[in-house]
């Protein structure tokens, strides 16, 4: 790491809700979460090659920030607590700015 560049951060903030209703002889689940995590000082890597040497150079820099966010489902059903069969599904965005 190059001693003037900063350490890459980011902050996550996660909401989600979980219910655990008796269904038939077993339980079921169904369960949201939204999440959005902020990613700041990312690193950018630049080719910054000698000629007439065998190896490729890069200096890397510190290049903005960026966010992932997203919703998160997951439905299960089983015959004991916790429930043991789980199915989920991900919606997933970033954005760099």
């Known amino acids: 790491m190059i001693p003037t560049s900063r350490?890459?951060?980011s902050i996550t903030y996660?909401?989600?809700m979980d219910w655990r209703p008796t269904i038939g002889r077993g339980?079921?689940?169904f369960e949201a979460n939204a999440?959005?995590?902020e990613i700041k000082d990312?690193?950018?890597v630049?080719?910054?090659d000698l000629p007439g040497t065998d190896e490729f150079e890069f200096t890397r820099m510190n290049y903005g920030k960026s966010s992932v966010y997203g919703v998160e489902f997951n439905?299960?059903?089983g015959r004991c607590q916790p429930v043991p069969g789980r199915s989920g599904n991900s919606r997933t965005e970033s954005?760099?700015?």
Do not use: A, R, S, W
């Open 42 to 44: 990312l690193f950018l």
């Open 27 to 29: 339980y079921g689940l």
């Open 35 to 37: 999440f959005d995590t």
């Open 46 to 48: 630049v080719e910054d």
């Open 95 to 97: 954005q760099d700015g």
């Open 75 to 77: 439905i299960g059903y």
């Open 14 to 16: 996660t909401l989600g």
């Open 7 to 9: 350490k890459k951060g």
